[in-house]
């Protein structure tokens, strides 16, 4: 069965022209260096974010724990917001593999700002401190929210004034883009470094993108080594992440405006509850509070009978419904229909 699946933008196929790409990739063995395609992909890749080199790399969990692995000495204090995905979804590889500590903000639902990310930096001679070595931001955030330039260049005015460089996890930095209506190097001008998926939304099978300066990316090479990163005939994996970069990213506002009707049309079922403020990307956030008495599983398994997979609530009691390519209106029709259904036999 074909399921309309608004899981997360992760569940994306490659496209035709993606398998094609891949079956017909020059190729070569990447340890060497000698990757033509993989080559290709990630001076590509620097150029879309500014940077002066990048690095392909099997995963945006892989990018993001290769960063702080390459930027943070063992025992110092990487600052972040306590529900990015480096906390909440990456399994506490950071401290089997850069050794750090996490020191988490609870910003909840609103933005990071500067004033709270400087109260926590940790810089002076007390030897019962862990110094903070590294600030990691996530921008779009998993939560649906984007964080505006200006907010971007608070704190990177920050972070220059401590000397402490700044990470992204970019995995939706296209989304952000798209949604700010600027270009993807607007966004990473106020970072050092930034990992982009190529699989979420953009439709690759496989593989991340960790850009940088060029010291950096030579250090993150010999450490993605160190990983088990190390790729050998990685061009085929490459040619749908070229597909991904320089086609895909341009046609995710397509994606947002389906979250935007999606929300819209929801909103119009009674009982529904659709937090339209946070529709800033491809996720809308619903939830039952009208309706104390659903069962959530109920309603996930009923969803899924009628042909659509999507998550359990949150701690919060919100469902996330993520559009992405291969969610079409005629997907968001039957999405509506279905839930319409489900509280007429509430």
Not at 53 to 66: E, I
Not at 170 to 193: E, H, M, P, S
Request: glycine content about 8%.
């Amino acid at each position: 069965m074909n399921y309309i699946d608004i899981r997360s933008d992760t569940v994306t196929w490659p496209t035709p022209e993606m398998r094609e790409a891949m079956a017909r990739a020059a190729v070569g063995d990447d340890v060497y260096g000698d990757d033509p395609t993989v080559r290709e992909l990630e001076t590509y890749a620097a150029s879309i974010t500014g940077k002066e080199a990048a690095l392909f790399v099997p995963s945006g969990t892989f990018g993001n724990q290769l960063a702080l692995f390459t930027h943070c000495p063992r025992g110092s204090e990487v600052i972040l917001d306590e529900h990015c995905h480096i906390v909440q979804h990456e399994a506490g590889a950071s401290s089997v593999i850069a050794g750090v500590q996490l020191r988490t903000i609870d910003f909840g639902d609103a933005l990071p700002n500067a004033a709270d990310i400087e109260k926590r930096i940790r810089f002076g001679d007390d030897c019962h401190e862990p110094k903070t070595s590294l600030i990691c931001l996530e921008n779009a955030h998993s939560n649906g929210t984007v964080m505006p330039l200006e907010t971007m260049e608070e704190i990177r005015r920050i972070s220059t004034r401590y000397h402490i460089p700044v990470h992204m996890d970019g995995a939706r930095l296209f989304n952000a883009a798209a949604a700010l209506k600027v270009q993807a190097k607007d966004i990473t001008q106020y970072v050092d470094t930034v990992m982009v998926c190529l699989s979420k939304g953009l439709c690759a099978p496989v593989g991340s993108i960790l850009a940088g300066s060029r010291k950096f990316i030579d250090d993150a090479r010999r450490k993605r080594k160190i990983m088990g990163g190390g790729l050998r005939q990685a061009g085929i994996l490459a040619a749908a992440g070229l597909i991904a970069l320089k086609e895909m990213r341009l046609r995710v506002a397509d994606d947002h405006e389906h979250a935007r009707l999606l929300a819209q049309r929801l909103s119009a079922i009674p009982g529904s509850m659709i937090e339209m403020d946070r529709v800033h990307i491809n996720m809308v956030f619903f939830n039952h509070a009208q309706n104390p008495s659903i069962d959530g599983e109920a309603f996930v398994d009923f969803m899924k009978e009628k042909g659509i997979l999507i998550n359990g609530a949150d701690e919060k009691g919100r469902y996330r419904f993520v559009t992405h390519y291969w969610i079409t209106k005629a997907s968001i029709d039957t999405i509506v229909s279905a839930i319409g259904e489900f509280y007429r036999q509430e």
